[in-house]
Structure formats: structure tokens, C-alpha cells
């Protein structure tokens, strides 16, 4: 199809048309979209970008084939193989649609975008991307990628997250009214492959003639952003404790709050309050010759850094505490975040063991 105007719709759905990117859950050639493919990867971008989802996709839909599938799996093996993929509440958030869609809709994903809002794990970003490339609605999804299109085409130089309604308006305002799903698409591939953050490729961009922030000389400063408030450190003492098998105590999480559902070991609280400050309570529950491995451990959430001092010992045949016994061949099969594996392996390069 050749573009009768140039307005950004159609030149970048004309670019579209010979440049789209393949995936494996995109449809090729006439196909419907696979509703329960589009959320999934949905979900999974969320956080990551397409060459790190595509070999987690293509797992997922080899164990789970079907929305179903995934509705009957067991939380902890959806946690096992989301490890890697960032937030667990995002995973436990897809296990809990995944009965939602087929308990209250029959095992199909709702085409109306306020349904498809209230369900866990979908927000307003997702609900728009799945109505428009599943169900050809008039819906536009804004992320990153496309604020950023938006910020250039259009030369807005006040700083996110100031202008983010506008450049969700923007956005709007552009959608045309045709073809709803391939121009969300397009408009995700143009700022994931062209219009980059860093050295923007205007030579071979489709909008390169009506671009604002082209013209105005300095695209790649768009869109600007406020200056980040420096995130605030906390600190944790943490316990590898073995038994006298060998295996190590490890225990589950609270379900809800960060990291909540997954493995870990056991730890003060993460407090603003430096090592030395820390409440100890761990540290009496029978093990006398705590001893603390030298280097602490770091890690970084979105809104704190916390730093963990890490101790090992070896527990009484009788300490008596709530938990599970884990062989340390079998750590590796457990839900661990990040965290707790750099916590592990930074104790057990210590032991050598
Ligand atoms: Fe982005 Fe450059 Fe294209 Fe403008 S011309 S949309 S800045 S790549």
C-alpha cells in the first residue's frame, strides 16, 4: 500500500509494511493473532526487551501450550521458569489471569479493553496492545518507545514524567483509523530498530521529513527527563545455615510484597539502618559459631539498593525453626530471585562447596 498523505500514520505504516520485525508470537501473513501468544509476550516485554523474551516465549508455550495449560500449571514451576525475566509478581500476576481467563471467560482473553484492564497483570499499556493487535480496536498503547517516537516527531522538549499525558495525547491524536494492530506494532518497531534512544537512524527514518526533532537538530536529547532522585540504601544481615547432612535451610516468602512467593534465605529485616544497628534475633535460634563470609553482597531494586552481610553455620540437631531442608544439589531447582542466588553463590565460593 502506498501512502496518500504524508502524515506520520501512514509513512510509518508504508515503512511497516516492508520492515515489520518477526517474532514468534506476531501473526505472518493474513493470520489471525493468537490472543493467549500477544498477552504472554505482552507481559514478558514488560520488562525486558524482545531478543531476551523470544527463548523464555518459546519455553512457556512448549510447556503451556494453551491458556488452559498455563491456568493448570503449579505456581512454582511458572516461577522456575520466569527465573530471569525480573519481577516474580509478575509471573504469580500471569498465573492468577490465566484462571481468571478461564474460570470467569471460558478460556478466552475478553475483547473489550476495561475487562481486559481488570485483570492482574494488565494495565493500561497491555490492555491497549492486546485490543488493538488482537482485536483490530481503536486502542493505543504507550511505552517508552513510543513516548519517546512521539517527544521527536513532534519536538517536545519538557521533561517526562511532566509531558507524559501529552505525549500519551500525542500519541492518541496519531493513531489512524485503520489498521489499529499493525500501526501499534509500527510504531513499537520504528522506535525499537530506527528511532533509538541513542544515535537516532533519521537517514533511513520514514518520518525523516516531518520530523520536528529532526529538523530542530538534536533528536537523541529527546524526550527529556527530570533528574532521578538517588535511591536510598538498605541493609540486611542474611544465613547460610547448613545441617549436619549438609542440606541448607531455606524458606518461603510472605505471597504478597517483593519478591513475595519466592525462596529465600532466612535474613534480618532489609532496614535504612546500617549492620551494626541490626537486630540479631536470627542469630539465636541454636547456632553459636555464626561466622560472617568477608565482602558483602549488593543488589539493586527499582527504589532502594540493599546491601546484605552474609554469615554461615552449621545448626543443632534439634534447632526448631519453620522451613525446608534443601539438599544442595537440589538448590537450583528452587524459585530463587536474583538476589538470593547471588547471596548463594557468594557463600558457597566461600565454603567451596
Ligand atoms: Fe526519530 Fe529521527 Fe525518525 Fe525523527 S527522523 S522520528 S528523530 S528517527
Redesign the pocket.
Known amino acids: 500500500m502506498v501512502a496518500t498523505s504524508l502524515s506520520p500514520a501512514n509513512l510509518i505504516l508504508d515503512w511497516f509494511d516492508l520492515n515489520q520485525r518477526s517474532f514468534p508470537w506476531r501473526a505472518t501473513g493474513g493470520e489471525n493473532p493468537n490472543s493467549y501468544w500477544v498477552w504472554l509476550s505482552e507481559i514478558m516485554l514488560q520488562q525486558t526487551n524482545t531478543t531476551t523474551v523470544q527463548p523464555y516465549f518459546l519455553d512457556f508455550i512448549k510447556r503451556w501450550p494453551t491458556v488452559n495449560d498455563l491456568a493448570s500449571a503449579k505456581l512454582d514451576q511458572v516461577l522456575h521458569a520466569w527465573q530471569g525475566l525480573g519481577y516474580y509478581a509478575r509471573a504469580r500476576n500471569l498465573h492468577k489471569c490465566a484462571k481468571i481467563i478461564v474460570e470467569e471467560f471460558n478460556g478466552e482473553f475478553p475483547d473489550d479493553e476495561k475487562k481486559l484492564l481488570s485483570l492482574p497483570g494488565i494495565g493500561p499499556y497491555t490492555a491497549a496492545a492486546i485490543s488493538a493487535i488482537v482485536f483490530e480496536f481503536n486502542a493505543t498503547p504507550v511505552d517508552g518507545n513510543v513516548e519517546r ?1 512521539m517527544a ?2 513532534n519536538n517536545v522538549t519538557k521533561p517526562l514524567p511532566l509531558v507524559k499525558g501529552e505525549l500519551i495525547a500525542l500519541a492518541k491524536n496519531s493513531t489512524p483509523q485503520k489498521r489499529f494492530g499493525d500501526y501499534a506494532q509500527a510504531v513499537m518497531d ?1 522506535g525499537a530498530t ?2 533509538v534512544p541513542k544515535k ?3 537517514s533511513i ?1 520514514p ?2 521529513s516531518i ?1 520536528i ?2 529538523k530542530a537538530g538534536n ?1 537523541e536529547k529527546l524526550p527529556q527527563r527530570s533528574p532521578k532522585k538517588a535511591l536510598p540504601t538498605r541493609y540486611a544481615k542474611i544465613y547460610f545455615m547448613r545441617n549436619h547432612q549438609n542440606q541448607v535451610f531455606i524458606r518461603r516468602r510472605e505471597e504478597k510484597g517483593l519478591l513475595g512467593g519466592m525462596m529465600e534465605l532466612p535474613s534480618t529485616e532489609w532496614s535504612v539502618q546500617h549492620f551494626d544497628k541490626l537486630e540479631e534475633s536470627f542469630l539465636s535460634i541454636g547456632i553459636v559459631n555464626w561466622k560472617q563470609i568477608p565482602n558483602s553482597v549488593k543488589h539493586t531494586f527499582t527504589h532502594f539498593h540493599l546491601e546484605m552481610q552474609v554469615y554461615e553455620g552449621v545448626a543443632d540437631e534439634n534447632t526448631d525453626i519453620s522451613g525446608i531442608w534443601c539438599n544442595l544439589e537440589d538448590l537450583d531447582k528452587q524459585a530463587f530471585p536474583s538476589l538470593m542466588k547471588k547471596v548463594l553463590k557468594h557463600a558457597m565460593s566461600y565454603l567451596k562447596i
Request: glycine share 6%; aromatic share 6%; proline share 12%.
Open positions: 517516537v521527536r516527531l520504528l530506527v528511532c537516532p537512524k533519521c527514518c518520518c525523516k520530523c526533532g529532526f533528536p
